[in-house]
């Protein structure tokens, strides 16, 4: 079973920050969390990942809670292109084999 | 760019028959590749994890002997539906660690089955 939990849909305005959440309020210090999104009909894209400091890249940013329960994944300025399922996953950073559990993720609509 | 390409993106088949789907790691090693099956407004559901020079390891549920997994080498993995069914049907993914860690996700194969 997936150890996160998301809200099943978001709408956002095109070119407003999303606000993804996601609650992870049973994860080990060993954990990291990751985002991932797919495209309708395409393979999932790695999006950014994180331990227990907020992390920043190209695409996205991620804030993680200081008791690391819970995380936000902030797309700055969202496009139509943006429209997905988001999903946000945890996995140990000792993994070495890349097994993934995927939960049901966020539906994101960005509207025009 | 795409650092795991899959082939073909989609097929056809008819009932009874065999199809394999091919996975690539592009310009680095994978010993260990994911297979993942996703129907329509469903999230992915793991299948197996495919193991190079060694057997493929199921996930509970999944037929091994229908899903045959060959990881013959560092940066290929197939997987084979054998006597395919139209609920079979379905949109294959496969997946592999990138050195660093992170893991990343082919374009995935549409098989469709009639």
């Known amino acids: 079973d997936a150890k996160t939990t998301q809200p099943p849909s978001m709408d956002c305005a095109e070119g407003r920050a999303a606000n993804l959440p996601c609650n992870h309020s049973t994860i080990s210090g060993n954990e990291y969390v990751y985002w991932y999104r797919q495209i309708h009909s395409q393979g999932p894209q790695y999006i950014i990942h994180?331990?227990?400091n907020n992390e920043t890249n190209e695409m996205a940013s991620l804030i993680i809670t200081e008791d690391r329960k819970s995380s936000t994944l902030i797309l700055p300025h969202a496009t139509l292109r943006d429209t997905a399922v988001y999903y946000c996953?945890?996995?140990?950073?000792?993994?070495?084999?890349?097994?993934?559990?995927f939960g049901q993720g966020t539906t994101l609509q960005v509207k025009p | 760019g795409a650092v795991v390409s899959q082939h073909p993106s989609w097929v056809i088949c008819k009932s009874g028959t065999s199809v394999k789907i091919e996975c690539r790691s592009l310009?680095?090693?994978?010993?260990?590749m994911f297979w993942y099956r996703q129907f329509p407004k469903q999230s992915l559901m793991l299948m197996a994890t495919?193991?190079?020079?060694?057997?493929?390891?199921?996930e509970q549920g999944v037929e091994k002997d229908k899903f045959l997994i060959n990881h013959a080498s560092l940066t290929l993995s197939t997987l084979t539906v054998t006597s395919a069914h139209p609920e079979d049907s379905s949109f294959y993914i496969c997946s592999a660690s990138y050195p660093g860690n992170t893991i990343y996700f082919g374009e995935g194969s549409w098989l469709t089955v009639v």
């Open positions: 994180g331990l227990k």
């Open positions: 495919s193991n190079e020079g060694s057997k493929a390891t199921y």
């Open positions: 310009d680095f090693q994978a010993t260990t």
């Open positions: 996953i945890v996995r140990p950073s000792s993994s070495n084999t890349g097994k993934l559990i």
